[in-house]
């Protein structure tokens, strides 16, 4: 019994000693065997005895722990005991120029860091811990990258963390000399510079103080807070370095370091320290670097440079007042995504259309993109806005707005999913419009002549009424569009055109012997455009066995002069359908298609007929059986021969629609 009172008394004798012991370690550099010493990481020791804690790898972390624990305080939940460190410590980047995150003095429960990540948590914490009280850690962080996550002041500061990289209080790195002023310091500055952490027991004063290498310690300290790190800290703790590397490979190094507990950590001898040589192969990697950066540079110059260019556009004074209805080239670009092959709608003489969905509104569009040979130029384009511009009516198809590049000419139009009616008439369509869609598209189109012959500011004259132009919303609702040939005039007058201007099939003999447009030769092409709805033909065709050409208003008229007219209709309306209507549009077409402007209706009385709110005149009083008519059409034609020398016909032969 009083052998094991004595062993007892023995042994408690010795934890006090040790425990109350001034516990102390030098390292004037580190040399092999380094017994005490533990690296993890991308750490390494170099032949001549530095300590680097990282290399010029990215991404990585470093960390050297002396391998026993130290003892803080006497027992797990007493105060904690005086301590201090020193050492020489060196950030070698590639270019002091360029920023390279930092490194830190630690003290941790364990002498590793597993979970600790790169960049900018420095090897001592990772985006899940940071901040969590559990982590018991205190360092002093030498931080050369501004992170605004965690409050950094500059990047190139000096700062004391507890459990977190928000730092409890920080400072630009320097010191202040003998006569009181404040010398800065540049961490990265590829020099040694000597540091000294002291914590003070009784007062609970934690001072961080640096120099220059080789200079005596400071008077002043560079970071001081009061704080008791008695519930920081464990009984017993690891004290070690951390070192991160990001996007750039830096090399953090440690030259010499001494620490105690209860007492002063002893001196440095500074003459035995290792020197530090910049490694050949980080400044090969550097150069490599800058090179690599300098090629990127100029390559993003170059495409920058090269998409500006892309995307000019030009604005001139006629513009002035279209500003609010002009797009960005680019938007129509993105929208159509580059004007791929795979969503082209149509294409014709006077280029292509193409679908698209504008990227912020995610809208529908088709953007008629007006190829440079084509023949229907700036004037007809500027035509085009200052007329459809500004209306707005169920029965058109409305600009979105316009665009200008260089020599093209882009329209953006509000998307018509159903296309053009040409489409579903011609050629035994795989999709046709029964009788109700039909006489629907018609009263939509007339309902839109209307409104541009009489209801509209001005008077417009299309000149461009055919099948193709005739667009069909979701609802099959008719729509007229392109007005690239369209002209305008003051009601009461007539506009000043001299030029054929319209497709061939649709222009009136008295436009052709005038060169004059005007409403009644809107009536015609729309007269031309009723026989194709309810005949399910095209204006002119050619006969395969003579090669004659056969206009379908003649090729009505012979029905008519039969008393069979009836007979003139699609076949592909099928039984169910209203003759009386069907007969009604035939003879309307005829009348409006005269070649006698003075014969056509006006469109209100065109949309009185339709409504059945007037009867259609006789047609044997309109001289349809005689030559008049036919000899008409076809006189106007051989004069277009003759003025045009057998080529084209027109100032602009649109095929095909929006």
Known sequence: MYLKLFFFFILSQSLHYSSSQILNFTYNGFHHPLTDISIQGIASVTPNGLLKLTNITERQTGHAFYTKQIRFKDSPNGTISSFSTTFVFAIQSPNPALSVHGMAFVVAP????????????????NRNNNGKITNHVFAVEFDTVLNTEFNDMNDNHVGIDINS??????SLAGYWDETGQFKSMKLRSRKPMQVW??????THQIDVTMAPFKKSK??????????????????????????????LGSEHSVLGWSFGVNGKAPPLDLSRLPTLQQSKRAYKKWLLLLIGLLVIFSLLVYLIMRRKRKFAEELEDWEADLKKNRLKFKDL????????????????GFGSVYKGVMPKTRQEIAVKRVSNESRQGLKEFVSEIVSIGRMSHRNIVPLLGYCRRKNELLL?????PNGSLDKYLYNSPEVTLNWKQRIKVINGVASALFFLHEEWEQVVIHRDVKASNVMLDAEYNGRLGDFGLARLCVHGTDPQTTRVAGTWGYLAPDHVRTGCATTATDVFAFGVLLLEVACGRRPIEIQNVSGERVFLVDWVIRFWIEGKILDAKDPNLG????????ELVLKLGLMCSHSEPLVRPSMRQVIQYLRGDAMLPDLSQLDLHGRGMQLGIHRGFSEIDMFTGGSSIVDSILSGGR
């Open 110 to 125: 364990n002498s590793s860091l597993p979970s600790a990540q790169s960049n900018e948590f420095l090897g001592l914490f």
């Open 575 to 582: 039984s169910v359908y209203d003759r009386r209507e069907v």
């Open 165 to 170: 990289l928000i730092s409890l209080n920080s």
């Open 218 to 247: 400071p008077t002043k300290p560079l970071v001081s807070i009061v704080k008791d790190l008695s519930s920081v800290l464990l009984q017993d703790m690891f004290v070690g370095f951390s070192a991160a590397t990001g996007l």
């Open 197 to 202: 952490v002291d914590y003070d027991g009784g």
């Open 333 to 348: 670009y993105d929208a159509t995504k580059g004007f791929k092959e795979k969503d082209l709608l149509g294409s014709g």
């Open 412 to 416: 953006v139009y509000d998307y018509m």
